[in-house]
């Protein structure tokens, strides 16, 4: 069984910093594509953050770029989402997700595996 189980959402107000985890446990953890996604109701999951198996490749979303830091480590088979200057339009439940090819892709189709999300509410 393969679970990826996201933490750190919370209230927080616009211009501040949030950090959100993921724990991947059931797999090898090191030979998979990770992603962060994210959703608001009414709308369709959106393409967040993915890092490559050894933290070589990275791309973000134009919404986040310059903004959010994704990362890993690998001994701990945790991938991160740092966010910064975060803006009400962040708002959304975040989701982690892995996959096993050797690209970053940024289409839901691609990805194997997800957790349950965690919410993060910016507001004033």
């Known amino acids: 069984q393969v679970q990826l189980v996201e933490s750190g959402g919370g209230l927080v107000q616009p211009g501040d910093s949030l950090s959100v985890s993921c724990v991947v446990s059931?797999?090898?953890?090191?030979?998979?594509?990770m992603g962060w996604f994210r959703q608001t109701p009414g709308k369709e999951r959106e393409f967040v953050a993915g890092?490559?198996?050894?933290?070589?490749?990275?791309t973000y979303a134009d919404s986040v770029k310059g903004r959010f830091t994704i990362s890993r480590d690998n001994a701990k088979n945790t991938v991160f989402l740092q966010m910064n200057s975060l803006k009400f339009e962040d708002t959304a439940v975040y989701y982690c997700?892995?996959?096993?090819?050797?690209?970053?892709?940024?289409?839901?189709?691609?990805?194997?595996?997800w957790g349950q999300g965690t919410q993060v509410t910016v507001s004033s």
């Open positions: 997700a892995a996959r096993g090819g050797i690209t970053v892709t940024m289409s839901v189709d691609y990805y194997d595996y």
């Open positions: 059931g797999r090898d953890f090191s030979t998979h594509t």
């Open positions: 890092i490559s198996k050894s933290g070589g490749s990275i």
